[in-house]
């Protein structure tokens, strides 16, 4: 063998070898699938939170393509991550893009899940075919769960210091040795007092049941009072539907009375009929007291001869010694 055609197959051996190796690394490096067939799809998110270019794009943890690129949106507030899936992995409009870790500090990718319900529903959802776009789920943020977590640590520390300030307060106020001391005697007093209510009940309980058979024979006659009162209602019920008419006429008959003597007043008044033209006359009146002035004098003579019977005597009255003459002897 010659020298020239040895070095040949060396080359060309070494070329292949070469080829080999760029090509694993290609597609170990850059996600870059050869002989498969695959489509692609653009998934929209706030932000890629770590995914890197060649990330891998897993369901249900098996892998069916790899993140081929990510590009900043021009306000740059989202960022078009482009997906290259096989195309044996068929994924529907309706599937869920998210950003998912390998363990707590593994690598970023992206987690596609298919929505939940009927298979039969989910079979009409139309598929994402090369080329569309749909919008990923908002990752978790590791730093802002940070942020969030120290936050929370630093108001639970506030907080701690406020009990811890509380228990203080406590301990100086109310857990104090004259405080206690106090307490304690209260606690003392609270049960002499319960013992001095328990007491009291016992004597209660033990007055009702020596007085029992006086409270049961009260109670009786209450109830036959009761009773009592009934019979006296529905009696009187009784004798006033029974009197009804009597009573009726009765109230009738004042009613026509009171009639009767308003009539009689107004003829009174009106000077009709005797009476009437009696205190209508006014001569009348006058010789009403005229009569009533004479009868006063006849009443003030007798008052008169009365007194006089009383100081002289009957006989006296009847009687008066002549007077003797003024020529007669004296004796």
Do not use: C
Request: hydrophobic letters at 45%; glycine letters at 8%.
């Amino acid at each position: 063998m010659n020298d020239s055609r040895f070095e040949w197959k060396v080359g060309l051996f070494v070329f292949v070898g070469l080829a080999l190796a760029a090509l694993l690394i290609l597609n170990f490096s850059r996600g870059v699938t050869l002989f498969k067939s695959t489509y692609l799809i653009h998934v929209t998110m706030p932000t890629v939170a770590g995914l890197k270019p060649a990330a891998d794009v897993m369901m249900a943890g098996v892998p069916i393509g790899k993140v081929a690129a990510t590009t900043l949106s021009l306000d740059g507030r989202s960022v078009d991550i482009t997906v290259e899936v096989l195309a044996k992995y068929q994924i529907r409009k309706n599937a869920r893009f998210h950003i998912d870790a390998l363990g707590f500090l593994g690598d970023q990718y992206i987690e596609v899940t298919p929505a939940e319900g009927d298979l039969a529903a989910e079979s009409k959802v139309p598929l994402l075919t090369n080329g569309e776009t749909t919008t990923g789920e908002t990752p978790l943020n590791m730093q802002e769960a940070v942020r969030s977590i120290s936050g929370f640590v630093e108001q639970g520390q506030k907080t701690m210091r406020d009990i811890d300030k509380a228990v203080n307060n406590v301990n100086n106020t109310i857990l104090t040795a004259a405080a206690l001391t106090n307490f304690e005697a209260t606690m003392t007093n609270l049960g002499s007092v319960t013992e001095d209510a328990a007491a009291m009940s016992k004597e209660a309980r033990a007055m009702l049941d020596s007085n029992t058979p006086s409270v049961h024979i009260a109670v009786t006659n209450i109830a036959a009072l009761a009773q009592k009162l009934d019979l006296m209602a529905d009696e009187l019920d009784r004798a006033i539907s029974t009197n009804t008419g009597d009573v009726t006429a009765a109230v009738q008959n004042i009613k026509t009375a009171s009639a009767s003597l308003e009539q009689l007043a107004g003829g009174l008044q009106a000077g009709r009929g005797l009476a009437g033209s009696l205190l209508k006359d006014e001569q009348m009146k006058t010789n009403f007291g005229t009569l009533l002035a004479d009868l006063n004098d006849l009443a003030d003579q007798y008052a008169r001869f009365g007194r006089n019977l009383n100081e002289n005597g009957i006989w006296r009255a009847l009687w008066k010694p002549k007077t003797p003459p003024t020529n007669a002897p004296a004796r």
